[in-house]
């Protein structure tokens, strides 16, 4: 009888593990839970070990798998811990003072023109999602807008050359022609030209912006100078 009942609880214990969901983080933390309802926005889920408890609810950004009790496993995101990190670490923490302050950023931007994702982070090329989640997609698209007028602006360049060459080879044939081409070719590069500079500082400064968003100390060092009731003081924060 012993053994039998032993036995049950080995067998439902054994169960009850594998009818258990489990959220795999993007920062690859696990939890164990079950899940309630998988929306377009967030997952709402209560945790396993309290299941009468109130109903947690976690954004779908942050959810890089579920693994269902059946054995299915529903990938919700493809983004890289190292994108994960550093969206979280942008984001305002509060000390236990009270005060709020930027937590350090392990990863550095910079704009690559000529890969996918035109990022790089700490000096390796992002992929497109990752970079999608780091900049916003408006941002994405605004910066390879950009990369569209870079490179109109090297074909303007490209064809004006041989429209200026036309416009003075028909110097001694038509004067009025060789005006008009001259002119037009003139007209396409110096036009054009300034763009082929200015567009990929405006990138860069993009990308650039995102890096100062945050510190690199949880708090700023400042020297502060005070006047109390009963005298004045000077205190060199950290």
Same mark, same amino acid.
């Not at 009888?1 to 214990?13: G, K």
């Given at each position: 009888? =012993?053994?039998?009942?032993?036995?049950?609880?080995?067998?439902?214990?054994f169960l009850s593990a594998f009818s258990q969901d489990t959220i795999v983080k993007v920062t690859s933390t696990q939890l164990i839970v079950k899940i309630i309802e998988v929306s377009s926005s967030d997952?709402?889920?209560?945790?396993?070990?309290?299941?009468?408890?109130?109903?947690f609810v976690i954004n =779908?950004?942050?959810?890089?798998?579920?693994?269902?009790?059946?054995?299915?496993?529903?990938?919700i995101s493809n983004l890289s811990n190292k994108a994960a990190i550093? %969206?979280?670490?942008?984001?305002?923490?509060?000390?236990?003072?009270?005060n709020t302050y930027n937590p350090p950023v392990s990863a550095w931007l910079e704009y690559h023109p000529t890969a996918p994702s035109r990022l790089k982070i700490n000096g390796e090329v992002a992929s497109v999602e990752d970079a999608k989640f780091i900049l916003g997609e408006s941002?994405?698209?605004?910066?390879?807008?950009?990369?569209?007028?870079?490179?109109?602006?090297?074909?303007?360049?490209?064809?004006?050359?041989?429209?200026?060459?036309?416009?003075?080879?028909?110097?001694?044939?038509?004067?009025?022609?060789?005006i008009t081409c001259f002119t037009l070719g003139t007209v396409m590069f110096g036009v054009a030209l300034p763009w082929t500079f200015i567009l990929p500082r405006i990138n860069n400064a993009i990308v650039s912006s995102y890096n100062d968003i945050s510190s690199y100390n949880h708090k700023e060092t %400042?020297?502060?100078?005070?006047?109390e009731p009963n005298g004045m003081g000077i205190a060199l924060r950290f």
């Open positions: 009888m =012993r053994h039998f009942l032993l036995s049950t609880l080995f067998i439902l214990y997952i709402k889920y209560k945790k396993w070990d309290y299941l009468d408890g109130p109903t =779908r950004s942050e959810i890089s798998k579920i693994k269902y009790a059946n054995g299915e496993t529903d990938i550093l %969206r979280n670490l942008r984001t305002n923490k509060t000390n236990n003072d009270g941002t994405f698209s605004r910066i390879n807008r950009n990369i569209k007028g870079i490179n109109a602006s090297y074909a303007t360049c490209f064809f004006a050359v041989p429209v200026i060459a036309t416009g003075i080879i028909l110097t001694n044939k038509s004067l009025p022609a060789s %400042r020297l502060n100078f005070t006047i």
